[in-house]
Every structure is written in C-alpha cells, then in structure tokens.
Nanobody, 121 residues
Framework: QRHFVESGGGLVQPGGSLRLSCVAA????????IGWFRQAPGKERERVSC????????HYADSVKGRFTISRDNAKNTVYLQMNSLKPEDTGVYYCAVHLLGCLIEAQDNWGQGTKVTVSS
C-alpha cells in the first residue's frame, strides 16, 4: 500500500528544535504537493505547512510562520519540516499528506502513523 513514513519527533524543551522527515513508500512524490499536519489530544487535525511539487510555493499556518521551514528532496523521495523555537502548543502527532491543485486540496486517504512531538517546560 502506498503510504508515508514519518520520523524525527521527540521530547524537547521550549525553544528547542526538531527536524521531521516524511519518506514516501510505494510511490514517487515528485509530482505531488505535500503538506504537514498535526493533531493534539482533543483537537482536530490541522495543517501546519505545505510545499508545491516545484518547491516554488510554500504555505505556513500563522501559528508557525517564521519558526518552521518546509523543504523537499525528490531524489530521496522525502519532505522535511525544520521546527525551531518550539512552543508547548506545538505538541502533537505530526503527519504528512498529498494535495491536489498545488496545496489547495488535501487528498490523503490512508494516513501514516505520524511522529509524536512533545514540547514541555
């Protein structure tokens, strides 16, 4: 089954940094726009960032703008999320997902297991 494998999460103190990786398994991601989502306990999944197939267009939620950077390496079939200046409200399980029409429409049917990020003071 085509899916993503997310990794790189962990426990960090506020102000720390993490770099998340999303590797596509069973398909090639170079033609797809890819977004990162997160979900905290008791909350709905929300989009954090997205990058177009060409890498020319990137999008960030207001809550992470200036702190997170999304990038991709198509040769490695991987999308990254560099997270700096982490805050407790960044805590959650992070997932990646394919999009249609650039970053306009999330189109992920089978979500991966995600990678857990905990920011604790």
């Amino acid at each position: 089954q085509r899916h993503f494998v997310e990794s790189g999460g962990g426990l960090v103190q506020p102000g720390g940094s993490l770099r998340l990786s999303c590797v596509a398994a069973g398909f090639t991601l170079d033609i797809w726009a890819i977004g990162w989502f997160r979900q905290a306990p008791g909350k709905e999944r929300e989009r954090v960032s997205c990058i177009s197939a060409s890498t020319n267009d990137t999008h960030y939620a207001d809550s992470v703008k200036g702190r997170f950077t999304i990038s991709r390496d198509n040769a490695k079939n991987t999308v990254y999320l560099q997270m700096n200046s982490l805050k407790p409200e960044d805590t959650g399980v992070y997932y990646c997902a394919v999009h249609l029409l650039g970053c306009l429409i999330e189109a992920q049917d089978n979500w991966g297991q995600g990678t857990k990020v905990t920011v604790s003071s």
